[in-house]
């Protein structure tokens, strides 16, 4: 059975940080692209955060960058997002995504960020 679980999410002063796990299971991990997608109240779905099957190659939404790091660990079949710096425009609910043939997502994690 596969499975997507996130967590690490929470209330957060504007300019804190938190880091989101997403542990995978019921799939070959280390086959599959990963990403991070965000949905806000009244919003469509945006992505986040990309990160290759090696991690060697990642990239990020512009208003992410220099703020967020995307991070996985193959051996431990997890997922990571650093998220420093921290907004109110941040606070979403934050689902981890696997991509190969087939796609696979998480229930998500709420992450609220607010004085």
């Known amino acids: 059975q596969v499975q997507l679980v996130e967590s690490g999410g929470g209330l957060v002063q504007p300019g804190g940080s938190l880091r989101l796990s997403c542990a995978a299971s019921?799939?070959?991990?280390?086959?599959?692209?990963m990403r991070w997608y965000r949905q806000a109240p009244g919003k469509e779905r945006e992505l986040v955060a990309y990160?290759?099957?090696?991690?060697?190659?990642?990239s990020y939404a512009d208003s992410m960058k220099g703020r967020f790091t995307i991070s996985r660990d193959n051996a431990k079949n997890t997922l990571y997002l650093q998220m420093n710096s921290l907004r109110p425009e941040d606070t979403a609910v934050y689902y981890c995504?696997?991509?190969?043939?087939?796609?696979?997502w998480g229930q998500g994690t709420q992450v609220t960020v607010s004085s």
């Open positions: 019921g799939f070959t991990f280390s086959s599959y692209t």
């Open positions: 995504n696997a991509k190969r043939y087939s796609e696979y």
């Open positions: 990160i290759s099957t090696t991690g060697g190659t990642t």
